[in-house]
């Protein structure tokens, strides 16, 4: 980490410990566990256009294909593990500085690594909806079901995108077998906001509540080019509330931003904590 890095997590340190703040996480602060982001350093997913709600719906050829790679991509979803940096934001918040974690991430990892109450802003790929009536099932289910239905399939992943989905080559696709919904047949889609779809509305009410009674906005890890997660920051600096961005490389809140830091997440989030959280006193 250079000098000024480390200068400008002093200062960051200091708003940390006064707490009441709100992280805003992205796709690169699960780089290091794995999951390569769309537009940071990682790279491997830029080639990658992620799925649209309306290509989902109106494209039975291109569900297909999403299914079958997103069948073998959430299997690597699901056994990827936390990073140092997840841990961070969960010890920050078991200290008592946070007021809420909001993500963009789809992958869990968050909880996983010990936080609780946090907000999936655009869903979680653990989780299965059908678009016609509603039910809500656990992923490792749906899994059963495709691994019943396409007992054949046994296509091998090479990279996964952050949204679970796989690159596949044609012929394995084209022998792939999708499953509708168990009770009234309808389609299914994982639990997750895509490209084109819209996030709940009393979703984006409760981020912007927890935003504004914010002392301090963290941004980790995201470019914020979308505006579902760069409309939070927007706003916190509206209401002359600080924003303080941890990033690899630049974003599209850096001036809305008090303070941005050009670090590994995983290595400057656990400087951060250490920083911001005093040693115990000697007894």
Request: overall charge positive; charged content about 20%.
């Amino acid at each position: 980490m250079t000098e000024l890095a480390g200068a400008r997590l002093d200062a960051l340190a200091e708003l940390v410990a006064g707490g009441d703040v709100v992280v805003l996480s992205g796709a690169g602060l699960s780089t290091e566990s794995g999951i390569p982001d769309y537009r940071g350093p990682s790279g491997a997913a830029r080639r990658h256009s992620p799925m649209t709600y309306q290509t989902f719906t109106g494209d039975p050829v291109a569900r297909r294909r999403y299914w079958a790679r997103s069948h073998l991509g959430w299997r690597m979803i699901a056994r990827a593990a936390p990073n140092d940096g997840h841990r961070a934001v969960a010890q920050l918040q078991r200290s008592g500085r946070l007021a809420g974690i909001i993500t963009q991430n789809v992958d869990g990892l968050h909880q996983a690594a010990g936080a609780h109450s946090v907000v999936e802003l655009h869903g979680s790929l653990d989780r299965v909806i059908c678009l016609a009536c509603g039910d809500v099932t656990a992923r490792q289910e749906l899994d059963a079901r495709l691994r019943a239905a396409n007992p054949r399939f046994t296509a091998a992943v090479t990279a996964v995108n952050p949204d679970g989905d796989v690159d596949l080559p044609d012929v394995e696709i084209d022998r792939f077998r999708p499953v509708d919904c168990r009770d009234c047949g309808g389609l299914v889609k994982p639990d997750v906001v895509f490209f084109g779809e819209t996030v709940p509305a009393p979703r984006v009410r409760h981020c912007f509540d927890l935003v504004e009674r914010a002392r301090l906005v963290l941004v980790l890890g995201s470019s914020l080019t979308v505006m579902s997660g760069r409309r939070f920051v927007v706003r916190a600096a509206k209401l002359g509330i600080p924003v303080a961005i941890i990033n690899q490389g630049p974003t599209r809140g850096d001036d809305h931003a008090t303070f941005t830091v050009g670090a590994p997440l995983g290595q400057a989030l656990p400087d951060l904590v250490r920083r911001a959280t005093p040693a115990p006193a000697p007894a």
